[in-house]
């Protein structure tokens, strides 16, 4: 095991440097075939994805950077030459108080800009400020205002994220990292702010606009009525979603007017039969490889029961989002008010399901549904069976053997309706901006519609919400997800990329390229052409 460690750790060191080294000549071929830039810039800004290596997000934001240049159209880099005290990826979570490891994300960052002259930051404390914030809780923090920025909001994210909780303790080590997480966010709004005054840009690029860095960053562009567009990793495999929306919310515009026809159907069904079948990876992850139907043990405890309802939880970074929340305080607020129903219908089998995401390597959640279950000893229930993370249970038989589907805001609601199923969601999800599910806008309502659910001998499930649910689908898959394979493919660590060998023009031309290009300098939609 532990050679097999040391193996995989050089292999990944080896592949990092003839990445970088990769990186650094096109970046200088870049540099040097780059026509004279004309008009405002386009500034780029990403400091919480990828340290040492290159994350597909800084793939994405890099190459549309080089397609920009390439294209006459000038871009600055911002870029964090030791800027934050503490920030979101440099954070070590079981000791807070270690120092970032600046010197290799600083080196990093010279690879990936080679041949340009970023914008760099650096840190300097505000005595002030430090001053102002020493004695808070964590309660008081998370609403601290400075001036007129929400800094204590513009940091839970990133500290909920880093942390894998979503009930932060007041405890010493949790005030400090808020502290300095706030004191970074104002030397980033320092910082950006005389840039944005220096370069007056046509408009701003980061990665994700959740964490800290990129969040301030979005919030002063946006005060000035600077267009600002943010990127994550989208649904298919090497492809980048853009919008100028909240990228982890995932917006996105379908017409009314648009119906599937028989190929986009076919193309669709294709996808979801692989899916169905645990065929599918999201961000260089593949979940349920192996997945597995309900086995007899299973089937005969649920033939003692009138009906079967399954509860899908949801990974605590998605469901910290501060979209998400909308109707409970959290998810474990809404598996409260879940498991009260459970005690006082006995002639229903529950399962609840937790997301096999949450023990993911180096990302494991640690508040956790299982936790959840061990504290309120919900698995003593005789009506109810929890599945843990590693389970490869099949979510999709065991919907197709439901009553109706509980969900907070996994995806598994949106592909439940396309199954037929009647949805019961509690927490704002990327396919509630559609009617795909049933979506109760207060507590109250949705503790009266399971009931409903529960007594009904049957759900009348509106077929707007199939369609639709369809239509959202199609639209993330085909239109929304732009295509880099032809750039990136998973490194050693899947989670990780690296560059392909490519002719620059082939990355000027490419239609990911064009999409982004429209969508960030002429109010485009970001969607790939049909």
């Keep these: 095991m532990l050679r097999e460690f040391l193996t995989q750790r050089i292999k990944?060191?080896?592949v990092r440097r003839l990445n970088n080294l990769?990186?650094?000549?096109?970046?200088?071929?870049?540099?040097?075939?780059?026509?004279?830039p004309k008009g405002a810039p386009v500034v780029f800004f990403k400091a919480s994805t990828g340290i040492d290596d290159l994350s597909w997000n800084s793939g994405f934001h890099l190459l549309a950077s080089w397609a920009f240049r390439l294209q006459g159209i000038p871009v600055v880099y911002f870029a964090c030459d030791s800027g934050m005290s503490h920030c979101v990826l440099g954070t070590n979570r079981d000791n807070v108080r270690k120092a970032p490891p600046c010197k290799s994300c600083v080196h990093q960052s010279k690879t990936l800009y080679t041949g340009t002259n970023p914008d760099w930051f650096n840190y300097q404390r505000d005595e002030?400020?430090?001053?102002?914030?020493?004695?808070?809780?964590?309660?008081?923090?998370?609403?601290f205002f400075w001036g007129e920025l929400p800094l204590g909001a513009l940091c839970l994210p990133g500290l909920r994220w880093v942390l894998r909780v979503h009930h932060l303790n007041d405890d010493e080590s949790t005030r400090y990292l808020f502290r300095e997480y706030i004191g970074s966010a104002w030397n980033v709004a320092r910082k950006f702010d005389a840039l944005l005054d220096r370069t007056q840009p046509r408009a701003v690029l980061v990665f994700n606009?959740?964490?800290?860095?990129?969040?301030?960053?979005?919030?002063?562009?946006?005060?000035?009525?600077?267009?600002?567009?943010?990127?994550e990793v989208g649904l298919q495999p090497a492809t980048a979603y853009f919008t100028e929306g909240e990228a982890t919310a995932y917006p996105i515009t379908i017409p009314d007017s648009f119906e599937m026809n028989a190929a986009q159907n076919a193309k669709l069904d294709a996808y979801l039969a692989k899916r169905f079948q645990g065929d599918f990876s999201m961000a260089g992850i593949k979940f349920w490889a192996d997945m597995k139907g309900l086995d007899q043990p299973f089937l005969k405890k649920a033939a003692g029961f009138k009906q079967i309802v399954p509860v899908f939880t949801n990974v605590i970074f998605d469901t910290s989002q501060p979209h998400a929340n909308t109707v409970f305080e959290d998810m474990f607020d809404w598996l409260d008010l879940v498991l009260e129903e459970i005690r006082l219908h006995p002639e229903t089998l529950f399962v609840i399901r937790a997301h096999p995401d949450e023990t993911r390597v180096r990302k494991a959640s640690r508040e956790t549904v299982a936790g959840w279950v061990e504290a309120r000893r919900a698995a003593d229930l005789p009506n109810l069976i929890f599945i843990s993370p590693t389970e490869t249970l099949s979510s999709y038989e065991l919907i197709q053997k439901s009553k109706f589907v509980m969900v907070y805001n996994s995806t598994i609601g949106l592909e439940a309706s396309i199954l037929g199923a009647a949805v019961l969601c509690a927490g704002r999800a990327r396919f509630t901006q559609y009617p795909t599910v049933f979506f109760p806008q207060?507590?109250?309502?949705?503790?009266?519609?399971?009931?409903?659910?529960?007594?009904?001998?049957s759900i009348a499930?509106?077929?707007?919400?199939?369609?639709?649910?369809?239509?959202?689908?199609?639209?993330?898959l085909f239109r929304t997800s732009l295509p880099f394979g032809d750039f990136l493919e998973p490194s050693v660590r899947t989670t990780q990329t690296k560059l392909k060998s490519f002719a620059l023009e082939e990355l000027t031309g490419s239609e990911s390229m064009k999409v982004i290009r429209e969508g960030v300098l002429e109010g485009g939609d970001f969607l790939l052409e049909e």
């Design 12 to 14: 990944r060191g080896l």
């Design 209 to 231: 606009g959740q964490f800290f860095p990129e969040a301030t960053a979005r919030a002063l562009a946006q005060k000035r009525g600077i267009r600002v567009v943010t990127h």
């Design 128 to 143: 002030e400020l430090s001053k102002a914030v020493a004695s808070l809780t964590v309660d008081e923090l998370m609403r």
């Design 442 to 457: 207060t507590v109250e309502d949705v503790r009266k519609k399971m009931r409903e659910f529960l007594a009904a001998d």
């Design 22 to 36: 990769k990186i650094a000549a096109v970046a200088r071929e870049v540099a040097r075939r780059q026509p004279a």
């Design 461 to 476: 499930v509106p077929a707007e919400f199939k369609r639709n649910a369809r239509r959202f689908l199609y639209y993330q």
